[in-house]
């Protein structure tokens, strides 16, 4: 039996919904690969949660006038109620609960135990009227290596982390015009120079077949020392650190970041009597897989990594991470404090979510920004899927109709040999040596369009066109899942196990629905 695969979208900030942007990143190419292992019948744990302890919250919360402990209640409200609309099968969605806050205390007081971690002195930014350290999501100003606007921690725009005093003229996020003051504090951090020379080993190794964004960024990062990655902060939201050499301050959110991930996988499994990391544990050889944004790329490839290291090969190490660049909205990056934002569940309400996942696959910002736009989508959903995929129906429905009632039909070994080639075509999408959520869209499209052409032509025997239509629509379906999910309903047998048939009974390929209404 193939071992588990532990897919990790990483947990969204609670600070608000998800918007299409969100879903056309980690969680869509997340819940494809799952869906296709699932299809292969292997066995498969896809997980997320919320990441409650970043100060994004906190910097949101003061701009919306709310607490951040009720902006987290109801933001993660929304984000499990759009995973669920748009169809992305997380096995488990974790709350932030105290199994949540033990797992975390657990694995960095073990840390902590093993004197894995330092004592510290660095200089934040700080708020002298308020008495308020600035880090993270409380902080914004320009990166010391790109020069980009960012906030504290990392810059989305290079990747690169900046700590501390690093970032230029550093401004409060809640209040942009406080006058910003330097203070020290001593914090508790893992010196991640100890772990170059592992980390050196898994990225030549690991990391050579990953999206060429992510592994230049680690050439780069891996070029320059090594900052300090902060595991306590002197700030008043998150879990309290329980480390005597830190009193009055939290955990560094990014630094539950491997024990959350942990107990996600702990939830979305079937024995909540196991220990909440036993999944991660390295004898059990699970296979461990990150969708993320690049972004975040530097913690999960790093920090993140280091973290596993240095508890002594007690854990698995991520086998793969993949991830993904921006994506757009009519060419300008998101913006819910402008309204520049399409909803997805908002989406969903309007349009069938075939299209939405379709739209989004081909699409999708995988080494490079895309752009979501409202016409774009229309159009090519209903000239390139809809309209094509639909034709293909009715005349597979008339062939059948003209045979009249009859049993299973006889399938050519010409047939087989080309129902065979499209699979291992998808197979190539799908695997994640290549895995491409545009090009298994792209390859969906190109196939409806010569199976349509072919389904007319007098040498194309009926159970032929049957095959490869069964064959297109289990290969379309970790993407068309409500199309597929009714053929399954219907009785025709859709996974992607490389079977072969002499002959397949009848079915009627069901139509993929149209938008309800379309939008002003």
Request: aromatic share 10%; hydrophobic share 40%; with cysteine.
């Amino acid at each position: 039996m193939s071992p588990t695969t532990v897919i990790i979208a990483p947990p969204p900030t609670p600070n608000g919904n998800l918007h299409v942007g969100h879903i056309a990143g980690p969680y869509l190419a997340g819940d494809v690969y799952a869906r296709y292992l699932r299809a292969n019948g292997r066995p498969v744990v896809f997980t997320t949660g919320t990441d409650d302890s970043q100060t994004y919250v906190v910097a949101s919360a003061a701009k919306l006038g709310t607490t951040p402990q009720e902006l987290c209640a109801l933001s993660a409200k929304q984000i499990e109620r759009t995973l669920e609309v748009m169809g992305i099968s997380v096995d488990g969605f974790a709350p932030f609960d105290d199994g949540y806050r033990r797992t975390a205390l657990d694995f960095l007081t073990a840390l902590h135990a093993a004197g894995r971690l330092r004592l510290r002195t660095g200089t934040f930014p700080y708020l002298e009227r308020t008495g308020e350290y600035l880090m993270e999501g409380l902080v914004a100003g320009d990166c010391p290596v790109c020069l980009a606007p960012s906030r504290g921690g990392l810059c989305e725009s290079c990747g690169h982390p900046n700590n501390f005093s690093e970032l230029i003229d550093p401004r409060s996020t809640i209040d942009p015009t406080e006058p910003v003051a330097f203070r020290e504090a001593e914090i508790l951090v893992l010196p991640m120079e100890e772990y170059r020379e592992q980390l050196t080993a898994y990225h030549e190794s690991q990391g050579a077949g990953w999206r060429p964004h992510l592994v230049q960024l680690f050439k780069e990062v891996l070029s320059r020392p090594l900052p300090d990655f902060p595991i306590t902060f002197p700030t008043g939201w998150g879990i309290p650190a329980p480390f005597p050499e830190t009193p009055g301050q939290v955990l560094n959110a990014w630094a539950e970041g491997m024990a959350a991930s942990m107990y996600c996988t702990w939830w979305a499994g079937d024995d909540r009597a196991a220990a909440t990391d036993e999944a991660w544990r390295a004898e059990n050889s699970a296979r461990l897989v990150y969708f993320l944004g690049f972004d975040n790329g530097y913690f999960w490839g790093g920090t993140h990594l280091a973290m596993l290291m240095a508890h002594d090969g007690r854990y698995i190490l991520p086998d793969t991470i993949v991830c993904n660049e921006f994506y757009e909205l009519e060419h300008e990056k998101f913006s819910t404090s402008k309204g520049h934002v399409v909803w997805a569940e908002e989406l969903v309400d309007e349009v069938p979510r075939d299209l939405i996942r379709f739209y989004l696959s081909l699409t999708c910002p995988e080494n490079q920004r895309t752009n979501f736009s409202r016409a774009a989508f229309e159009q090519i959903t209903a000239d390139r899927l809809v309209a094509p995929w639909n034709r293909l129906s009715d005349r597979l429905a008339q062939r059948l109709d003209d045979a009249g009632p009859t049993g299973p039909l006889p399938t050519s070994a010409e047939g087989r040999a080309r129902a065979a080639a499209m699979e291992e075509r998808f197979h190539t999408c799908y695997e994640l040596s290549s895995y491409s959520l545009a090009r298994a869209a792209d390859l969906i499209i190109s196939q409806v369009q010569r199976l349509e052409r072919n389904a007319d032509l007098p040498g194309t025997a009926p159970g032929d066109l049957l095959l490869e239509t069964r064959t297109l629509l289990s290969c379309a379906s970790p993407i068309l899942i409500d199309v597929a999910e009714q053929a399954r309903e219907a009785g025709v047998a859709v996974d992607l196990r490389g079977e072969t048939a002499d002959e397949i009974p009848p079915f009627r390929l069901p139509q993929i629905a149209t938008p309800s209404r379309t939008a002003p």
